[in-house]
T-cell receptor, first 112, second 114 residues
Framework: GQQLNQSPQSMFIQEGEDVSMNCTSS?????WLWYKQDPGEGPVLLIA?????ELTSNGRLTAQFGITRKDSFLNISASIPSDVGIYFC????????????FGKGITLSVRP | DGGITQSPKYLFRKEGQNVTLSCEQN?????MYWYRQDPGQGLRLIYY???????QKGDIAEGYSVSREKKESFPLTVTSAQKNPTAFYLC?????????????FGPGTRLTVL
């Protein structure tokens, strides 16, 4: 199946810093989604992107659908301790009847 | 409030027993999904259903079964044939077809086999 690459596996930042994460694929995707998961909870949808080049914000979060349709970026500005968690990207491959493919996630730690 | 509920939150099972995980949604979504999550791995699709009385196998369906008798409900049974059932199970729902198959998740059920 299709694969999404997220790296590094973990990121450590200082409170107040900005952080950027990306998600890449070797295939073209029609949709990019970004989720955040707190320990022991289900993922929560942060931002959904449906068009190449689309740039969408949700509070301190901004995500972009790459123009090549093979990548997406999530930026978090002015990080706070509650930003700690696992950030997953997900995408729907452009092939027929495809389901969502998920990256393995990036664990974000924020030092006060 | 609209949303997806999963019960129970924690479930313990003895080897050789079947167990059923509940998933209910009141979002009026046509599509529902079951995923399995293991540490350090992405979500893996077990089964999905896009309409009542119909469902399809995902990537790791062996040892699992589902039913979709009502639009709101999509229970998952973990059978004794599943060789490594201890995991975190997530249910999701979304609008079938439409823009991008966007999915919304429930809070999850952690299953431990003793």
């Amino acid at each position: 199946g299709q694969q999404l690459n997220q790296s590094p596996q973990s990121m450590f930042i200082q409170e107040g810093e900005d952080v950027s994460m990306n998600c890449t694929s070797s295939s073209i995707f029609n949709t990019w989604l970004w989720y955040k998961q707190d320990p022991g909870e289900g993922p929560v949808l942060l931002i959904a992107l449906y068009k190449a080049g689309e740039l969408t914000s949700n509070g301190r979060l901004t995500a972009q659908f790459g123009i090549t349709r093979k990548d997406s970026f999530l930026n978090i500005s002015a990080s706070i301790p509650s930003d700690v968690g696992i950030y997953f990207c997900a995408g729907q491959w452009a092939g027929a009847n495809s389901k969502l493919t998920f990256g393995k996630g990036i664990t974000l730690s924020v030092r006060p | 409030d609209g949303g997806i509920t999963q019960s129970p939150k924690y479930l313990f099972r003895k080897e050789g027993q079947n167990v059923t995980l509940s998933c209910e949604q009141n979002l009026n979504h046509d599509a529902m999904y079951w995923y399995r999550q293991d540490p350090g791995q992405g979500l893996r699709l077990i089964y999905y259903s896009q309409i009542v009385n119909d469902f399809q196998k995902g990537d790791i369906a062996e040892g699992y079964s589902v039913s979709r008798e009502k639009k709101e409900s999509f229970p998952l049974t973990v059978t004794s044939a599943q060789k490594n059932p201890t995991a975190f199970y997530l249910c999701a729902s979304g609008l079938a077809g439409g823009a991008g198959d966007t999915q919304y998740f429930g809070p999850g059920t952690r299953l431990t086999v003793l």
